[in-house]
């Protein structure tokens, strides 16, 4: 079993900062990308930033120069730097993982249980 638990959201004004934290435990042999999704009531979740294992990252266009996320692999958890927020930043932030957590079942995407942005203008 694999659990991914995030932390850190809530609520600041406009121009603040928040970091975001998800940590997976459980049975890893290997993560592969590790990411962040967000989602706002009645819209698709959307990407907001990946990191592979080689710490390439990849940021949706709403959030670059803003975000910054980040990996610590010894303590298999993500990170998401989030400064300058926005009003439209306000969403249900979800972590995501590609673990490798049994050799013969390979590798399955999973989530974290959503932690709550809320950016006050």
């Known amino acids: 079993q694999v659990h991914l638990v995030e932390s850190g959201g809530g609520s600041v004004q406009a121009g603040g900062s928040l970091r975001l934290s998800c940590a997976a435990s459980?049975?890893?042999?290997?993560?592969?990308?590790m990411a962040w999704y967000r989602q706002t009531p009645g819209k698709q979740r959307e990407l907001v930033a990946a990191i592979t294992s080689g710490v390439s990252t990849n940021y949706a266009e709403p959030v670059k120069g803003r975000f910054t996320i980040s990996r610590d692999n010894a303590k298999n958890t993500v990170y998401l730097q989030m400064n300058s927020l926005k009003p439209e930043d306000t969403a249900v932030y979800y972590c995501?993982?590609?673990?490798?957590?049994?050799?013969?079942?390979?590798?399955?995407?999973?989530w974290g249980q959503g932690t709550q942005v809320t950016v006050s203008s």
């Open positions: 459980g049975t890893i042999l290997s993560i592969n990308t």
């Open positions: 995501n993982a590609y673990i490798l957590g049994n050799y013969d079942l390979g590798y399955f995407d999973y």
